[in-house]
């Protein structure tokens, strides 16, 4: 019988945590992308299984919420009256 282990190793199978280290987010961030649809991953039981070349379409996000549109506008009004 082939181990989880060994399948693991030849599929390339990251579990949450693991993507989550080399994402340098949080286990539960990487819950929240999969729940998005933002990050591809299997359900095995009650884990999530995540092929490491899946980690790609979401390294290069922006980390951090976006900015309010009211303060967005903030900034824009005291750069006018600066300059």
Do not use: N
Request: net charge positive.
């Amino acid at each position: 019988m082939i181990k989880w282990r060994c399948i693991k190793t030849l599929m390339k199978l990251l579990s949450t945590r693991e993507a989550a280290d080399r994402l340098g987010i949080s286990k539960v961030r990487v819950t929240i992308l999969i729940k998005e649809g933002r990050l591809p991953a299997e359900r095995v039981g009650e884990r999530f299984i995540i092929r490491e070349s899946d980690l790609k379409l979401v390294a290069d996000r922006k980390s951090g919420r976006p900015p309010k549109q009211a303060t967005k506008q903030k900034v824009e009004k005291k750069s006018k009256v600066k300059g």
